[in-house]
């Protein structure tokens, strides 16, 4: 499985990648995996405000329905809509083309609360 070092994560299985005062999150190889294939995925507006902890949209597998859990609070600047005609693209390449929105940070202290790459892997092996 793999996991960027740089980016951060949730026990709710989101990655998190700092970009200038914003983030861009989707989520990890190990729950796209744990889900199985991916066939539709809900996300949130541009302009949305997410506030941390709150689902902020779903995940849609030939197995289950998956909430999708803010990491972080803030104001939706981007959305991926590619995966809403692709939702594939989230198994196929979780870090890189299936990112989900980008978000402007309300509070840089959200990112404190996350875990890095060596806490979230030991955090899945429990």
Do not use: C
Not at 27 to 49: H, K, M, N, R, Y
Not at 81 to 109: G, T
């Amino acid at each position: 499985m793999s996991l960027p070092e740089d980016y951060l994560y949730s026990k709710e299985h989101e990655w998190v990648k700092k970009e200038d005062g914003k983030v861009r999150i989707g989520i990890t190889d190990f729950a796209q995996d744990e889900l199985g294939d991916i066939v539709f995925v809900e996300l949130p507006e541009v302009g949305d405000s997410l506030e941390l902890d709150e689902p902020f949209g779903s995940v849609e597998s030939v197995k289950t329905v998956s909430e999708l859990y803010a990491p972080v609070s803030g104001k939706v600047v981007e959305v991926n809509e590619e995966l809403e005609d692709s939702p594939e693209l989230v198994n196929e390449s979780p870090y890189e083309k299936a990112w989900m929105i980008v978000i402007e940070l309300e509070d840089d202290n959200d990112l404190s609360e996350l875990l890095d790459a060596e806490a979230y892997q030991e955090f899945i092996e429990e």
